[in-house]
């Protein structure tokens, strides 16, 4: 990533910060409270034939998976929406990663839009939400942010993690043994089934509900995921995670994760657990989409400003990049 990427990237960390509740040391700018868990993930038989990538040979991978309760970076704030972020340890000690949300599409198709966005939703100081004026005129531009805005406010909040669809919104490129390449995006589908409340339903219960509800269900019984790519067809956009794809479109199971207890920062033996979507092993390649290669420069600086506290912050204002880039994991 060149040193321009950064600084769209630290202005995007920093306008994350003015949106969704400030800078708080020590913590991510979004998804702040968060807890781990360990598991199993399995290919299926059918995966191999998509991917040579070693995870999907269909022999038993480790795997961690952080939760959050909340898009917030305050991690003292209110649960509101749910997130699922795993991470693959591979046979040669390398790591690949699935980050995935709720939402189904992004909210714009480039970094700029979604700065202009952010900008546009950013809480007036005075009555600190945002300028419903200023929402509405950015919106009535720009009609594809809108709807998938309007898909957003259709969700439920949540009722478990393990009963929450969770979608990886970027397009891949999968390439098996004989070099045939199909392109897809990931999906994780609850074997519990998805079910929702309203979120006022949700806030009447403390702030750490869903991750005590669901260590009860693991004391019980592993929660079980099934992953799933959603195939592209002609004319589908590769490069577009705002723009939808036909629901007639085929899917096809490639694997089942068995998430089984939880686990620490401290037992994983990695302290900033930064889990990144373009962290990929052969077999799986990134498509032309420029949100999903922001991603990483996104979350480098955002790293930099959690682990280095303001002299983190400052260095990341300053250098439009992230100082800390060595020893981001």
């Not at 769209?8 to 960390?13: E, G, P």
């Not at 952010?118 to 600190?128: C, F, K, N, S």
């Not at 009860?216 to 577009?240: C, S």
């Not at 401290?266 to 889990?275: P, R, T």
């Amino acid at each position: 990533m060149v040193h321009s990427q950064y600084r769209i990237s630290t202005k995007l960390v920093e306008e994350l910060h003015q949106v969704f509740g400030g800078f708080h040391p020590g913590y991510r700018d979004v998804h702040a409270n968060g807890r781990y868990y360990a598991g199993t993930f399995r290919a299926t038989p059918e995966a191999k034939n998509l991917s040579r990538a070693v995870h999907l040979q269909g022999d038993p991978v480790p795997v961690t998976v952080r939760h959050s309760n909340s898009r917030s970076g305050n991690p003292m704030g209110p649960a509101t929406t749910a997130s699922m972020a795993v991470r693959f340890y591979l046979p040669d000690g390398t790591t690949t990663d699935l980050v995935s949300l709720p939402i189904s599409l992004f909210f714009a198709r480039t970094p700029e839009e979604t700065l202009g966005f952010l900008q546009a939703v950013r809480p007036d100081p005075a009555t600190g939400q945002p300028d419903p004026d200023k929402v509405t005129l950015f919106l009535e531009s720009r009609p594809w942010i809108a709807h998938a805005v309007q898909l957003a406010k259709g969700l439920s909040a949540t009722v478990s993690f393990a009963q929450t669809a969770f979608h990886m919104l970027h397009a891949f490129r999968f390439v098996n043994e004989d070099g045939h390449a199909t392109y897809a995006r990931y999906h994780w589908e609850p074997e519990a089934g998805v079910a929702g409340q309203t979120l006022e339903e949700l806030q009447k219960q403390p702030p750490s509900h869903l991750f005590d509800e669901y260590e009860l269900r693991l004391q019980k019984a592993p929660v079980v995921f099934n992953l799933v790519l959603q195939l592209a067809g002609d004319g589908d956009k590769l490069d577009d995670p705002n723009a939808p794809w036909p629901d007639d479109r085929r899917r096809v199971h490639i694997g089942r994760l068995e998430i089984t207890r939880p686990t620490t920062n401290e037992e994983i033996g990695d302290s900033v657990m930064m889990h990144d979507p373009t962290r990929l092993t052969d077999g799986i390649e990134p498509t032309d989409d420029p949100i999903l290669a922001a991603r990483r420069g996104i979350y480098e600086v955002s790293v930099a400003y959690r682990t280095g506290g303001w002299k983190g912050r400052q260095a990341a204002l300053e250098l439009g990049g992230c100082p800390f880039l060595g020893n981001a994991k």
